[in-house]
């Protein structure tokens, strides 16, 4: 196919190398971005399992949120425990909408000076606008679109990373701390989206190219595009925004309330908790499980989810077929008291029923360095 | 051996007496991807040109392998349910999808050779 450039479509950083690396290009939320590379999606897949990859993942949104308030202010908008959240340390959690849907999920990094923000990319305008229009005087946002961020992932992730720059290895999963990676200045989280160990890395945007080339030099690493980044997550058992989670799912629907601190509960005090914490005292009236399908056909988002005589009882919202797993796997919200382990279900796929079980996930252990 | 013919789909077939080969072309394979599942129709189904006979699901998408001619199928390729990496790695041979009887030879004249094909793939 002829590699014609999208004129409309926003470059990361590091776009020109994607391309000397052989990568097939594809619009992804405004950007071009990589969805393969060569090697094809379950060699990439594999490579991040077995060794390390490296992902471009700098079309994401990237802020600081500063101001002596700011992490009370933050939690206005979150059900995440951000008062909580000690310098040095990040967590997952959700911008939440009055009804208790989620506008976008997020990493929020405590830097010792501000907040660090993670967002979507989908989503970044939208989120930042309306974290904005929220904050108290003396609370300020800054965006940092030209910042770059790339993540490395897999078991030999914290080797390499240790050779450039070894303060990396005293990190624990979730810290965040700046390092200086091949003479590079950078700030990292261990973290990922893909179920293993690892970094992600935020880094100027002109250092960008540098930063990547230093570790794909790594025997241990490869690139890996979005089409791995999709089946890694899905084996991990994480949301896609705009998928397994929106602006119709509350985190309790979404089985996100380990996300939901004691504190947070008993207090409320964010966007929606009164929905919220009545699903969370009353139990939703439905939730996100997943599913391991029998055979080797593939089900995908959209398809339907019937109880053992037929009856509908929910929808897939990710599935695929799981290169580790070894066998097709899905995502999907059932409706209350459908949803126990173990319980056998159907799932429509092309007129056809496809026998499952729901599970709990993630479908592949998940190997973070909790120290 | 007969030459192999080309639809505008990206499907190949292949006429060996009164009978044909169908499988995806080398170009259809590459931009599919990797091959996780081939769903292949019913020994004994009659297809008219254009019916949806196959579904190929890659890691990314599913989609349709649709019929290059009119005719009934006579064989499926057994090994693609163990195997579907085989459309990946020699679509042309060991990875072909079913074989189905001509019913109108006429048909397929009007598929393109090698060498159209190949100019019209790299459009």
Not at chain 1, 7 to 13: E, F, G, H, R, V
Not at chain 1, 80 to 102: C, E, F, S, V
Not at chain 1, 182 to 189: K, L, N, Q, R
Not at chain 2, 109 to 122: I, P, Q, R, T, V
């Amino acid at each position: 196919m002829a590699e014609t450039r999208q004129q409309d479509l926003l470059q990361t950083p590091l776009a020109a190398l994607h391309r000397s690396l052989g990568a097939r290009m594809v619009p992804f939320a405004g950007y071009e971005m990589p969805v393969q590379y060569p090697a094809g999606i379950i060699a990439e897949h594999n490579q991040t399992r077995q060794s390390a990859g490296l992902f471009d993942v700098s079309h994401m949104g990237q802020a600081r949120l500063r101001g002596g308030n700011a992490a009370e202010a933050l939690e206005l908008l979150v059900p995440g425990d951000i008062r909580a959240l000690k310098p040095g340390r990040q967590r997952y959690t959700m911008l939440t909408n009055d009804k208790g849907g989620i506008r976008d999920d997020l990493m929020v990094a405590n830097t010792g000076e501000d907040l660090f923000l993670v967002v979507n990319a989908a989503c970044k305008g939208a989120d930042f606008a309306h974290i904005r229009t929220h904050m108290p005087k003396g609370v300020e946002l800054e965006e940092q679109p030209d910042r770059a961020l790339v993540a490395l992932q897999g078991p030999k992730a914290a080797a390499v990373l240790a050779r450039l720059s070894p303060p990396a290895a005293e990190m624990r999963f979730m810290d965040w701390r700046a390092l200086e990676i091949a003479g590079i200045p950078c700030t990292a989280t261990r973290s990922g989206y893909t179920g293993e160990d690892g970094y992600e890395i935020s880094v100027a945007g002109d250092r960008a190219e540098e930063l990547a080339g230093a570790l794909l030099e790594q025997e241990e690493v490869g690139p890996i595009g979005l089409g791995a980044r999709d089946t890694l997550r899905l084996e991990a058992g994480l949301c896609l925004y705009g998928h397994d989670i929106d602006e119709t799912t509350t985190p309790v629907e979404a089985d996100l309330v380990w996300t939901i601190s004691k504190r947070r509960r008993s207090e409320g005090g964010f966007a929606g908790a009164e929905t919220i914490l009545r699903q969370l005292s009353d139990g939703p009236p439905r939730r996100r499980v997943g599913f391991r399908i029998d055979g080797r056909a593939p089900a995908r988002e959209g398809a339907a989810v019937t109880d053992a005589g037929g009856t509908e009882i929910g929808t897939l919202t990710s599935g695929g077929f799981a290169p580790t797993a070894g066998q097709p796997v899905a995502m999907g919200y059932v409706t209350a008291g459908n949803d126990a382990a173990g319980k056998q279900v159907g799932i429509v796929v092309r007129g056809r029923s496809l026998t499952a079980k729901i599970v709990g996930m993630p479908f592949v252990e998940h190997r973070y360095h909790r120290g | 051996m007969s030459t192999l013919k080309y639809t505008r789909e990206h499907e190949w077939i292949r006429v060996e007496g009164d009978e044909a080969v169908v499988g995806i072309s080398d170009y259809a394979q590459q931009q599919l991807g990797d091959v996780v599942f081939v769903e292949l129709p019913d020994v004994g189904k009659s297809l008219s040109k254009g019916d949806e006979a196959a579904v190929v699901e890659s890691v990314k998408a599913a989609s349709e392998l649709y019929a290059p001619i009119d005719g009934e199928v006579v064989g499926v390729n057994e090994k693609l349910a163990d195997e579907p990496a085989l459309v990946n790695s020699d679509p042309l041979g060991d990875g072909w999808f079913f074989r189905i009887r001509v019913a109108d030879a006429g048909q397929l004249e009007a598929l393109m050779d090698e060498a159209a094909y190949k100019s019209f793939a790299e459009e």
